[in-house]
């Protein structure tokens, strides 16, 4: 039995999720966790990366994260033949990865404001 073109279209969006968060985490913990950043090392880093994700489909994105994700791998692929400096592009790419996060989690944490009137009406 063939799979539908539902299913198959499904599984490459996937592909293409996991492919940008790990080209996403792997440029992240090469610039947290190299002791001695070099730009040579950036690009090297960048380009192996690219190598893996280019094997992929570029697919459309409509969710609002994994849109902003796509975006922050095309602008961290766009720094790797800027002129900046190699502390200038880590410190943006960290503020750029943390509001990403931080847009995340904003959707899975909420907190409950007043939780005590939230029973009041039980006693």
């Known amino acids: 039995m063939a799979a539908s073109q539902k299913a198959i279209d499904n599984v490459t969006r996937l592909r293409y999720i996991r492919a940008l968060e790990r ?39 409509y969710k609002g994260e994994l849109k902003d994700l796509q975006n922050l791998v095309k602008k961290i692929a766009s720094l790797k033949d800027s002129d900046k400096e190699i502390e200038d592009i880590k410190e943006e790419i960290i503020y750029s990865s943390n509001q990403l996060d931080k847009n995340r989690n904003a959707k899975r944490y909420k907190k409950d404001k007043h939780i005590n009137s939230k029973y009041s009406d039980w006693e």
Request: hydrophobic share 40%; charged share 30%.
């Open 23 to 61: 080209f996403h985490k792997s440029i992240i913990s090469y610039l947290l966790n190299t002791p001695e950043l070099s730009k040579k090392g950036f690009h090297k880093k960048i380009e192996n990366a690219l190598k893996l994700l280019n094997r992929i489909d570029e697919i459309d994105l």
